[in-house]
């Protein structure tokens, strides 16, 4: 008859932990015989090793080792860990070469970047270098010389208990799994297997988790953290606005109309889910030409004279420096789309409501079809009606 599982774990789980601090904390006995060892000479200095092993013998106790097991690398520290971490506030001119110095920096003290986040204007941003403790005080310095130091500041933490605390876990539930092997071995009831084999999974999963904080700790330990915030400096000339010289393309506003020409004759088909506004539109009393029920998009179609004389392209141009001059963002271009011999180009404003504009240049008259939705994706959802709309104009 075998006795229950448990009362078997406890007794091994038990023997385990008092071998484990039976071998880190030594009698009193014991250590005076290690300190009077170590005063004798050097030709009997090979004599404690007996001594030593049958201590450690007597502590392990009967229970057996698996001769087979590989021998387990010694993680207990021999001197103290400590992670340094420091953090910089530079101010600099330009991010983007501020960056490219840092990297350069990092490599000269056989570091890495870690991490790199920006903002979409590179006025900002956050990079995290990690370097080998030894060069730690020299490379926080010279990482500081990279911009104007607005803030430093540097912190050490002692992690040397903590590691040999998570140390001395690991060797415990290793030595625990190593019995659970044997006992294993030597079980031949069916459930008892069972049993043995989900605490040994257990335990496998416990040892995994402390292994990758032991090595997570080293490497915080052996490589230091140097976190860098940069901030790009306030230039003291501001960009002054400067109107676009084509009259009606300084005038285009996404938010009302502005174009009230309708000289050019196109036949168009409606677009499906959009009510027809063309009478007050043409009649100069409407926003749109057409708009959805919920008045979340709309479309507007006029036309300009092509003065001075040129080509869509050229049009499509001054409209994007004009809106560059605007400081819109997130301003597109599509440059392989083609729908019915129009150009477009797409503006995200501030506000998150999107804008879309599409010119072609037809003999000396320049056509161009204005579409405001709410946001993108509502926009996105009529975009397969609104392009059937523009396939459709006719100017024969």
Same mark, same amino acid.
């Given at each position: 008859?075998?006795k229950?599982?448990?009362?078997?774990?406890?007794?091994?789980?038990l023997?385990?932990?008092?071998a484990?601090?039976?071998?880190?904390?030594?009698?009193?006995q014991? *250590?005076?015989a290690?300190?009077?060892?170590?005063?004798?000479?050097?030709?009997?200095?090979?004599?404690p090793?007996?001594r030593?092993?049958k201590?450690?013998?007597?502590?392990?106790?009967?229970?057996?080792?698996?001769?087979?097991?590989?021998?387990e690398?010694?993680?207990?520290?021999?001197?103290?860990?400590?992670?340094?971490?420091?953090?910089?506030?530079?101010?600099?001119?330009r991010?983007?070469?501020? +960056?490219e110095?840092? @990297?350069r920096?990092?490599?000269?003290?056989?570091g890495?970047? @870690?991490?790199v986040?920006?903002?979409?204007?590179? &006025?900002?941003?956050?990079?995290?270098?990690?370097? %080998?403790?030894?060069?730690?005080?020299?490379a926080?310095?010279?990482?500081?010389?990279? *911009?104007? /130091?607005?803030?430093?500041?540097? =912190?050490?933490?002692?992690?040397?208990? @903590?590691?040999?605390?998570?140390t001395?876990?690991?060797?415990t539930? &290793?030595?625990?799994?190593?019995r659970?092997?044997?006992?294993?071995k030597n079980?031949?009831?069916?459930?008892q297997?069972?049993?043995? +084999? !989900?605490e040994?999974?257990?335990l496998?999963k416990?040892i995994?988790?402390?292994?990758?904080?032991?090595?997570?700790l080293r490497?915080?330990?052996?490589?230091?953290?140097?976190t860098?915030h940069?901030?790009?400096?306030v !230039? @003291?000339?501001?960009?002054?606005?400067?109107?676009?010289?084509f009259?009606? /393309?300084?005038?285009?506003?996404a938010d009302?109309?502005?174009i009230?020409?309708?000289?050019? =004759?196109?036949?168009y088909?409606?677009?499906?889910?959009?009510?027809?506004?063309?009478?007050?539109?043409?009649?100069?009393?409407?926003?749109?030409?057409?708009k959805t029920?919920?008045?979340?998009?709309g479309i !507007?179609? =006029?036309s300009?004279?092509?003065?001075? %004389?040129?080509?869509?392209e050229?049009?499509?141009?001054?409209?994007?420096?004009?809106?560059e001059?605007?400081?819109?963002?997130?301003?597109?271009?599509?440059?392989?789309?083609s729908?019915?011999e129009?150009?477009?180009?797409?503006?995200?404003?501030?506000?998150g409501?999107?804008y879309?504009?599409?010119?072609?240049v037809?003999?000396?008259?320049? +056509?161009?079809?204005?579409?405001?939705?709410?946001?993108?994706?509502?926009?996105?959802?009529?975009?397969?009606?609104?392009?059937?709309?523009?396939?459709?104009?006719?100017?024969?």
């Amino acid at each position: 008859m075998y006795k229950p599982l448990y009362t078997l774990l406890l007794v091994f789980s038990l023997a385990c932990i008092i071998a484990m601090m039976s071998c880190a904390m030594p009698s009193k006995q014991g *250590g005076r015989a290690l300190y009077e060892d170590t005063k004798e000479s050097a030709s009997s200095f090979e004599r404690p090793a007996p001594r030593m092993k049958k201590m450690r013998d007597r502590a392990e106790g009967e229970m057996p080792r698996d001769s087979s097991a590989p021998a387990e690398k010694e993680d207990t520290p021999r001197q103290r860990m400590i992670i340094y971490n420091a953090e910089l506030d530079l101010e600099v001119d330009r991010i983007k070469d501020t +960056l490219e110095i840092i @990297e350069r920096k990092t490599k000269l003290y056989e570091g890495f970047i @870690e991490s790199v986040v920006t903002s979409d204007t590179y &006025k900002k941003a956050t990079v995290v270098v990690r370097v %080998p403790v030894a060069d730690f005080e020299r490379a926080v310095d010279e990482l500081a010389k990279t *911009g104007t /130091v607005t803030g430093r500041k540097v =912190s050490a933490s002692d992690i040397t208990m @903590e590691f040999q605390d998570i140390t001395l876990r690991l060797q415990t539930n &290793k030595k625990i799994r190593e019995r659970l092997y044997l006992l294993l071995k030597n079980t031949r009831d069916p459930k008892q297997k069972v049993k043995i +084999l !989900r605490e040994i999974e257990k335990l496998d999963k416990k040892i995994e988790t402390l292994r990758a904080t032991i090595e997570y700790l080293r490497s915080k330990a052996d490589f230091s953290t140097i976190t860098i915030h940069l901030t790009a400096r306030v !230039r @003291e000339v501001v960009h002054r606005y400067i109107p676009s010289p084509f009259t009606w /393309v300084a005038r285009i506003n996404a938010d009302k109309r502005t174009i009230f020409n309708d000289s050019v =004759s196109v036949d168009y088909t409606k677009p499906g889910e959009f009510f027809d506004l063309s009478k007050n539109y043409f009649d100069a009393e409407g926003e749109y030409l057409f708009k959805t029920p919920r008045g979340e998009c709309g479309i !507007r179609m =006029s036309s300009v004279e092509n003065y001075p %004389p040129a080509d869509t392209e050229f049009w499509k141009e001054a409209i994007l420096y004009e809106f560059e001059n605007r400081y819109y963002k997130n301003v597109k271009a599509e440059e392989d789309l083609s729908i019915n011999e129009f150009s477009n180009i797409d503006v995200e404003l501030k506000d998150g409501t999107w804008y879309s504009l599409f010119l072609r240049v037809i003999d000396d008259t320049i +056509l161009v079809i204005e579409v405001k939705a709410v946001s993108k994706e509502v926009y996105e959802k009529y975009k397969k009606e609104i392009v059937g709309f523009i396939k459709s104009i006719n100017d024969e």
